[in-house]
């Protein structure tokens, strides 16, 4: 399992509750996490095929930003 971390600007408890449905439909995520302690509000997903690029359209589509750190 690949994990790929993620700055965004999601931060509270119910912009987390927007971008649920959106990450818990994409089979190739099986874990996400994001640190709203982090000043970076760090999403963290993992799993076996992550393509960044998906994470990323699927964090905009819920009207987020978003993008990958390296």
């Known amino acids: 399992m ?3 971390k993620f700055k965004t600007n ?3 408890s119910n912009c987390i509750k ?10 190739d ?3 996400w996490e994001i640190d709203l302690d982090n000043p970076q ?11 960044p690029s998906s994470v ?6 819920a009207g ?3 993008e990958i750190l390296s």
Not at 20 to 25: A, G, H, Q, S
Not at 41 to 51: E, H, Q
């Open 64 to 66: 987020y930003k978003i």
């Open 18 to 27: 927007a971008v649920t449905p959106f990450l818990d439909e994409n089979n």
């Open 41 to 51: 509000k760090i999403l963290s997903v993992s799993g076996k095929n992550i393509i």
């Open 56 to 61: 990323i359209d699927i964090i905009e589509k």
């Open 10 to 12: 999601i931060n509270c």
């Open 2 to 4: 690949i994990t790929v």
């Open 29 to 31: 995520i099986e874990e």
